[in-house]
Protein backbone atom coordinates (compact mmCIF):
# COMPACT_ATOMS: atom_id res chain seq x y z
CA UNK A 1 0.00 0.00 0.00
CA UNK A 2 1.25 3.40 -0.44
CA UNK A 3 0.45 7.06 -0.91
CA UNK A 4 1.52 8.69 -4.12
CA UNK A 5 1.24 11.90 -5.35
CA UNK A 6 -0.37 12.34 -9.49
CA UNK A 7 2.03 13.67 -11.88
CA UNK A 8 0.34 16.70 -13.20
CA UNK A 9 3.35 18.99 -13.79
CA UNK A 10 4.09 22.27 -12.57
CA UNK A 11 0.88 23.54 -11.72
CA UNK A 12 -0.66 24.18 -8.25
CA UNK A 13 -4.04 23.68 -7.03
CA UNK A 14 -6.33 26.94 -7.00
CA UNK A 15 -9.33 27.16 -5.32
CA UNK A 16 -10.95 30.44 -4.13
CA UNK A 17 -11.47 30.99 -0.42
CA UNK A 18 -15.26 30.39 0.54
CA UNK A 19 -14.97 27.57 -2.16
CA UNK A 20 -14.42 23.73 -2.41
CA UNK A 21 -10.96 22.82 -2.19
CA UNK A 22 -11.68 18.52 -3.43
CA UNK A 23 -8.09 16.68 -3.43
CA UNK A 24 -10.35 14.36 -6.09
CA UNK A 25 -9.30 11.43 -9.29
CA UNK A 26 -8.24 7.93 -8.90
CA UNK A 27 -4.83 7.08 -10.09
CA UNK A 28 -3.07 8.72 -12.44
CA UNK A 29 -6.00 10.67 -13.51
CA UNK A 30 -5.80 14.77 -14.39
CA UNK A 31 -8.40 17.34 -13.95
CA UNK A 32 -7.32 20.75 -15.08
CA UNK A 33 -5.21 22.22 -12.36
CA UNK A 34 -6.21 20.20 -9.55
CA UNK A 35 -3.39 17.73 -7.69
CA UNK A 36 -4.04 14.28 -6.37
CA UNK A 37 -2.94 12.33 -3.24
CA UNK A 38 -4.33 8.82 -3.88
CA UNK A 39 -4.20 5.53 -1.79
CA UNK A 40 -3.17 2.28 -4.00
CA UNK A 41 -4.80 -0.67 -1.47
CA UNK A 42 -4.03 -3.76 -2.49
CA UNK A 43 -5.69 -5.56 0.49
CA UNK A 44 -8.52 -2.82 1.50
CA UNK A 45 -8.68 -0.29 4.06
CA UNK A 46 -8.45 -3.08 6.77
CA UNK A 47 -5.71 -2.11 9.41
CA UNK A 48 -4.90 1.10 7.26
CA UNK A 49 -4.30 4.49 8.93
CA UNK A 50 -4.95 7.86 7.13
CA UNK A 51 -3.85 10.95 7.99
CA UNK A 52 -3.95 14.38 6.71
CA UNK A 53 -2.02 17.73 8.62
CA UNK A 54 -1.20 21.14 7.50
CA UNK A 55 2.58 22.21 6.89
CA UNK A 56 2.30 25.16 9.08
CA UNK A 57 6.50 25.42 10.11
CA UNK A 58 9.01 23.50 7.84
CA UNK A 59 8.80 20.72 11.25
CA UNK A 60 5.65 21.65 12.48
CA UNK A 61 1.96 19.92 11.62
CA UNK A 62 -1.48 21.14 12.22
CA UNK A 63 -3.72 17.71 12.43
CA UNK A 64 -5.94 18.21 9.57
CA UNK A 65 -7.98 14.54 9.26
CA UNK A 66 -7.59 11.08 10.17
CA UNK A 67 -9.23 7.92 9.48
CA UNK A 68 -8.65 4.25 10.72
CA UNK A 69 -11.21 1.98 8.83
CA UNK A 70 -14.70 3.25 9.02
CA UNK A 71 -13.33 5.43 12.10
CA UNK A 72 -13.26 9.42 10.91
CA UNK A 73 -12.44 12.34 12.38
CA UNK A 74 -11.50 16.11 11.88
CA UNK A 75 -9.57 18.05 13.91
CA UNK A 76 -9.75 21.88 15.08
CA UNK A 77 -11.24 24.65 12.46
CA UNK A 78 -11.42 21.51 9.62
CA UNK A 79 -14.26 20.02 11.84
CA UNK A 80 -17.38 20.23 9.76
CA UNK A 81 -15.67 20.63 6.79
CA UNK A 82 -13.12 18.11 6.36
CA UNK A 83 -14.39 14.69 4.70
CA UNK A 84 -12.62 11.58 2.31
CA UNK A 85 -14.33 11.71 -0.88
CA UNK A 86 -14.47 7.99 -0.67
CA UNK A 87 -15.01 7.52 -3.88
CA UNK A 88 -14.10 3.51 -4.21
CA UNK A 89 -11.52 1.19 -2.57
CA UNK A 90 -8.32 2.95 -1.93
CA UNK A 91 -9.52 6.63 -2.82
CA UNK A 92 -7.70 9.01 0.20
CA UNK A 93 -9.10 11.92 -1.69
CA UNK A 94 -9.84 15.25 0.96
CA UNK A 95 -12.76 17.23 0.31
CA UNK A 96 -11.91 20.55 1.94
CA UNK A 97 -15.14 22.76 2.04
CA UNK A 98 -15.61 26.62 3.30
CA UNK A 99 -11.99 27.46 2.30
CA UNK A 100 -10.35 30.01 3.97
CA UNK A 101 -7.49 32.29 4.12
CA UNK A 102 -6.25 30.11 6.84
CA UNK A 103 -6.30 27.39 4.60
CA UNK A 104 -3.50 28.23 2.06
CA UNK A 105 -0.35 26.41 1.94
CA UNK A 106 0.80 22.66 1.94
CA UNK A 107 -0.42 19.57 2.94
CA UNK A 108 0.54 15.92 3.69
CA UNK A 109 -0.73 12.60 3.15
CA UNK A 110 0.31 9.13 5.36
CA UNK A 111 -0.81 6.15 5.23
CA UNK A 112 0.26 3.42 7.37
CA UNK A 113 -0.13 -0.14 7.75
CA UNK A 114 1.22 -3.18 9.85
CA UNK A 115 3.74 -3.36 7.02
CA UNK A 116 4.65 -0.23 5.41
CA UNK A 117 4.10 3.28 4.94
CA UNK A 118 3.95 6.21 2.34
CA UNK A 119 3.66 10.32 2.02
CA UNK A 120 2.24 12.77 -0.39
CA UNK A 121 2.42 16.11 -0.31
CA UNK A 122 -0.09 18.27 -1.89
CA UNK A 123 0.02 22.46 -2.23
CA UNK A 124 -3.29 24.76 -1.81
CA UNK A 125 -3.31 28.15 -3.49
CA UNK A 126 -6.11 30.69 -3.66
CA UNK A 127 -6.80 32.30 -6.03
CA UNK A 128 -6.04 36.25 -4.72
CA UNK A 129 -4.45 39.30 -4.80
CA UNK A 130 -1.46 40.84 -3.17
CA UNK A 131 -1.78 44.01 -1.60
CA UNK A 132 1.00 46.15 0.27
CA UNK A 133 -0.05 47.85 3.68
CA UNK A 134 0.86 50.29 6.28
CA UNK A 135 -1.45 51.49 8.91
CA UNK A 136 -2.08 54.84 9.87
CA UNK A 137 0.78 55.53 11.93
CA UNK A 138 2.88 55.28 8.83
CA UNK A 139 5.44 53.41 6.79
CA UNK A 140 8.19 50.92 8.82
CA UNK A 141 5.97 51.01 11.93
CA UNK A 142 5.68 46.99 11.95
CA UNK A 143 6.94 43.89 13.93
CA UNK A 144 5.97 40.88 12.21
CA UNK A 145 3.26 40.39 14.84
CA UNK A 146 2.01 43.53 14.12
CA UNK A 147 2.35 42.60 10.33
CA UNK A 148 0.44 39.78 11.05
CA UNK A 149 -2.16 41.52 12.86
CA UNK A 150 -2.44 44.57 10.57
CA UNK A 151 -3.46 41.78 7.53
CA UNK A 152 -5.78 39.89 9.44
CA UNK A 153 -7.39 43.57 10.47
CA UNK A 154 -8.01 44.02 6.51
CA UNK A 155 -9.61 40.55 5.42
CA UNK A 156 -6.00 39.29 4.75
CA UNK A 157 -3.01 37.49 5.84
CA UNK A 158 0.86 37.92 5.77
CA UNK A 159 1.48 37.06 1.65
CA UNK A 160 4.10 34.17 0.80
CA UNK A 161 6.99 34.31 -1.03
CA UNK A 162 5.87 32.53 -4.03
CA UNK A 163 2.55 34.73 -3.98
CA UNK A 164 4.34 38.52 -4.10
CA UNK A 165 6.62 36.78 -6.82
CA UNK A 166 3.59 35.87 -8.51
CA UNK A 167 2.26 39.49 -8.02
CA UNK A 168 5.81 41.15 -9.43
CA UNK A 169 5.57 38.42 -12.58
CA UNK A 170 1.41 40.06 -12.35
CA UNK A 171 3.08 44.20 -12.29
CA UNK A 172 2.90 44.97 -9.00
CA UNK A 173 5.85 47.36 -8.18
CA UNK A 174 6.27 48.70 -4.94
CA UNK A 175 9.14 50.61 -3.29
CA UNK A 176 8.76 49.93 0.14
CA UNK A 177 9.93 46.91 2.61
CA UNK A 178 7.33 44.71 3.77
CA UNK A 179 7.39 41.63 5.78
CA UNK A 180 6.16 37.82 4.02
CA UNK A 181 4.46 34.97 6.01
CA UNK A 182 8.25 32.95 6.27
CA UNK A 183 9.62 36.08 8.34
CA UNK A 184 11.42 37.48 5.08
CA UNK A 185 11.60 40.65 4.14
CA UNK A 186 11.39 41.84 0.50
CA UNK A 187 9.58 44.01 -2.43
CA UNK A 188 8.56 44.14 -5.71
CA UNK A 189 10.09 46.38 -8.52
CA UNK A 190 8.47 46.64 -11.98
CA UNK A 191 10.39 49.36 -13.13
CA UNK A 192 13.85 49.98 -11.86
CA UNK A 193 14.89 53.58 -10.15
CA UNK A 194 17.86 54.68 -8.21
CA UNK A 195 15.40 54.75 -4.64
CA UNK A 196 14.27 51.03 -5.12
CA UNK A 197 17.87 49.32 -5.05
CA UNK A 198 18.96 50.57 -8.03
CA UNK A 199 18.67 50.39 -12.00
CA UNK A 200 20.24 47.00 -12.38
CA UNK A 201 19.40 45.37 -8.81
CA UNK A 202 23.30 44.88 -7.66
CA UNK A 203 22.10 47.49 -4.63
CA UNK A 204 19.51 45.72 -2.91
CA UNK A 205 20.02 43.49 0.28
CA UNK A 206 20.11 39.73 -0.72
CA UNK A 207 20.29 40.85 -4.70
CA UNK A 208 17.14 39.73 -6.09
CA UNK A 209 16.74 42.06 -9.34
CA UNK A 210 18.07 42.78 -12.90
CA UNK A 211 17.79 45.50 -15.31
CA UNK A 212 14.34 44.40 -15.62
CA UNK A 213 13.85 45.09 -11.82
CA UNK A 214 13.16 41.79 -9.60
CA UNK A 215 11.93 41.12 -5.83
CA UNK A 216 14.92 43.08 -3.81
CA UNK A 217 15.70 40.64 -0.56
CA UNK A 218 16.34 41.87 2.78
CA UNK A 219 16.83 38.33 3.83
CA UNK A 220 15.20 37.14 6.91
CA UNK A 221 15.08 39.49 9.61
CA UNK A 222 14.43 39.76 13.44
CA UNK A 223 11.14 39.73 14.15
CA UNK A 224 10.68 41.34 17.27
CA UNK A 225 12.61 44.25 17.13
CA UNK A 226 12.83 45.18 13.11
CA UNK A 227 9.96 47.36 11.75
CA UNK A 228 8.72 47.30 8.22
CA UNK A 229 5.31 47.58 5.80
CA UNK A 230 3.76 44.36 4.91
CA UNK A 231 2.72 42.76 1.91
CA UNK A 232 -0.99 40.81 2.41
CA UNK A 233 -3.02 38.86 0.34
CA UNK A 234 -6.78 38.29 0.00
CA UNK A 235 -8.76 36.13 -1.63
CA UNK A 236 -12.18 36.03 -3.45
CA UNK A 237 -15.22 37.90 -1.53
CA UNK A 238 -18.41 35.87 -0.45
CA UNK A 239 -20.24 39.50 -0.37
CA UNK A 240 -20.38 42.47 -2.28
CA UNK A 241 -18.50 45.85 -2.25
CA UNK A 242 -20.31 49.02 -3.25
CA UNK A 243 -19.79 52.86 -3.40
CA UNK A 244 -22.12 55.05 -1.08
CA UNK A 245 -22.52 58.55 -2.26
CA UNK A 246 -24.73 59.77 0.46
CA UNK A 247 -26.72 62.57 0.08
CA UNK A 248 -24.26 64.77 1.65
CA UNK A 249 -19.78 64.69 2.08
CA UNK A 250 -19.60 62.13 4.92
CA UNK A 251 -16.87 62.68 7.68
CA UNK A 252 -15.02 59.29 8.52
CA UNK A 253 -17.11 59.43 11.77
CA UNK A 254 -20.10 59.03 10.11
CA UNK A 255 -19.20 56.27 7.57
CA UNK A 256 -20.22 53.22 9.41
CA UNK A 257 -23.68 54.71 10.09
CA UNK A 258 -23.89 55.61 6.33
CA UNK A 259 -23.10 51.67 5.56
CA UNK A 260 -25.12 50.32 8.18
CA UNK A 261 -27.96 52.39 6.68
CA UNK A 262 -27.31 49.91 3.87
CA UNK A 263 -27.36 46.87 5.92
CA UNK A 264 -23.48 47.04 5.25
CA UNK A 265 -20.51 47.68 6.71
CA UNK A 266 -17.30 50.05 5.92
CA UNK A 267 -14.95 47.41 3.38
CA UNK A 268 -11.71 47.10 4.11
CA UNK A 269 -8.31 47.58 2.56
CA UNK A 270 -7.95 43.67 1.54
CA UNK A 271 -12.31 43.65 0.74
CA UNK A 272 -11.82 46.67 -1.68
CA UNK A 273 -8.87 45.30 -3.59
CA UNK A 274 -10.42 41.53 -3.65
CA UNK A 275 -13.41 43.41 -5.61
CA UNK A 276 -10.97 45.21 -7.49
CA UNK A 277 -8.84 42.33 -8.50
CA UNK A 278 -11.36 39.22 -8.47
CA UNK A 279 -15.03 41.62 -9.18
CA UNK A 280 -13.67 44.10 -11.23
CA UNK A 281 -14.96 46.70 -9.38
CA UNK A 282 -14.04 50.05 -10.77
CA UNK A 283 -15.09 53.66 -9.58
CA UNK A 284 -13.04 56.79 -9.78
CA UNK A 285 -14.37 58.34 -6.83
CA UNK A 286 -12.12 58.18 -3.59
CA UNK A 287 -14.05 56.62 -0.63
CA UNK A 288 -13.55 55.91 3.10
CA UNK A 289 -12.24 52.66 4.01
CA UNK A 290 -12.25 50.89 7.72
CA UNK A 291 -8.76 52.24 8.92
CA UNK A 292 -9.60 55.44 8.16
CA UNK A 293 -7.82 55.27 4.56
CA UNK A 294 -9.06 57.13 1.60
CA UNK A 295 -8.71 54.60 -1.95
CA UNK A 296 -10.38 53.78 -5.27
CA UNK A 297 -10.18 50.98 -7.38
CA UNK A 298 -9.39 51.52 -11.50
CA UNK A 299 -9.86 48.60 -13.72
CA UNK A 300 -10.09 50.27 -17.13
CA UNK A 301 -7.43 53.67 -16.45
CA UNK A 302 -8.22 56.65 -18.04
CA UNK A 303 -8.02 60.45 -18.02
CA UNK A 304 -7.93 61.92 -14.19
CA UNK A 305 -8.21 58.64 -12.64
CA UNK A 306 -4.90 58.13 -11.18
CA UNK A 307 -2.24 56.83 -14.09
CA UNK A 308 -2.02 54.54 -16.88
CA UNK A 309 -2.05 51.61 -14.90
CA UNK A 310 -5.14 49.35 -13.58
CA UNK A 311 -4.66 49.30 -9.52
CA UNK A 312 -5.76 50.69 -6.00
CA UNK A 313 -5.40 54.40 -5.74
CA UNK A 314 -4.60 55.48 -2.35
CA UNK A 315 -4.57 59.11 -0.81
CA UNK A 316 -3.30 57.60 2.09
CA UNK A 317 -5.38 58.51 5.53
CA UNK A 318 -6.64 62.30 5.23
CA UNK A 319 -7.97 64.30 8.29
CA UNK A 320 -10.89 62.34 9.18
CA UNK A 321 -11.99 66.05 10.83
CA UNK A 322 -11.99 67.95 7.38
CA UNK A 323 -11.66 65.96 3.91
CA UNK A 324 -14.84 64.61 3.31
CA UNK A 325 -15.59 61.41 0.86
CA UNK A 326 -18.10 58.98 -0.26
CA UNK A 327 -17.77 55.54 1.27
CA UNK A 328 -17.02 52.00 0.01
CA UNK A 329 -19.06 49.34 2.01
CA UNK A 330 -19.29 45.51 2.29
CA UNK A 331 -22.34 43.84 2.33
CA UNK A 332 -22.12 40.22 3.40
CA UNK A 333 -24.15 37.41 1.42
CA UNK A 334 -27.82 37.05 2.34
CA UNK A 335 -27.45 40.34 4.30
CA UNK A 336 -30.68 42.23 3.06
CA UNK A 337 -30.51 46.31 1.75
CA UNK A 338 -32.88 48.00 3.57
CA UNK A 339 -32.79 50.75 1.78
CA UNK A 340 -34.08 49.33 -1.80
CA UNK A 341 -34.44 52.04 -4.18
CA UNK A 342 -36.67 54.56 -1.49
CA UNK A 343 -34.46 55.40 1.35
CA UNK A 344 -31.71 57.59 2.38
CA UNK A 345 -29.73 58.68 5.46
CA UNK A 346 -29.65 61.50 7.82
CA UNK A 347 -30.80 63.13 10.73
CA UNK A 348 -34.36 62.40 12.01
CA UNK A 349 -36.21 65.35 13.25
CA UNK A 350 -35.38 68.18 12.13
CA UNK A 351 -32.73 70.75 10.25
CA UNK A 352 -30.12 68.44 8.14
CA UNK A 353 -27.29 70.83 6.96
CA UNK A 354 -29.29 73.76 7.39
CA UNK A 355 -29.72 73.81 11.12
CA UNK A 356 -30.43 71.34 13.49
CA UNK A 357 -28.15 68.93 15.46
CA UNK A 358 -25.12 67.22 13.41
CA UNK A 359 -24.14 64.77 15.45
CA UNK A 360 -23.19 61.62 13.48
CA UNK A 361 -24.53 59.92 16.16
CA UNK A 362 -28.23 60.82 15.82
CA UNK A 363 -27.97 59.69 11.92
CA UNK A 364 -31.07 57.07 11.27
CA UNK A 365 -31.96 55.44 7.69
CA UNK A 366 -34.74 58.24 6.11
CA UNK A 367 -37.21 57.33 3.92
CA UNK A 368 -37.16 59.73 0.51
Excluded at 105 to 122: F, I, P
Excluded at 176 to 192: C, F
Excluded at 361 to 366: D, E, K, R, V, Y
Aim: net charge positive; charged share 20%; hydrophobic share 40%.
Amino acid sequence: MVCARAALGPGALWAAAWGVLLLTAPAGAQRGRKKVVHVLAAHGHDGVRLKWTKVVDPLAFTDVFVALGPQHRAFGSYRGRAELQGDGPGDASLVLRNVTLQDYGRYECEVTNELEDDAGMVKLDLEGVVFPYHPRGGRYKLTFAEAQRACAEQDGILASAEQLHAAWRDGLDWCNAGWLRDGSVQYPVNRPREPCGGLGGTGSAGGGGDANGGLRNYGYRHNAEERYDAFCFTSNLPGRVFFLKPLRPVPFSGAARACAARGAAVAKVGQLFAAWKLQLLDRCTAGWLADGSARYPIVNPRARCGGRRPGVRSLGFPDATRRLFGVYCYRAPGAPDPAPGGWGWGWAGGGGWAGGARDPAAWTPLHV
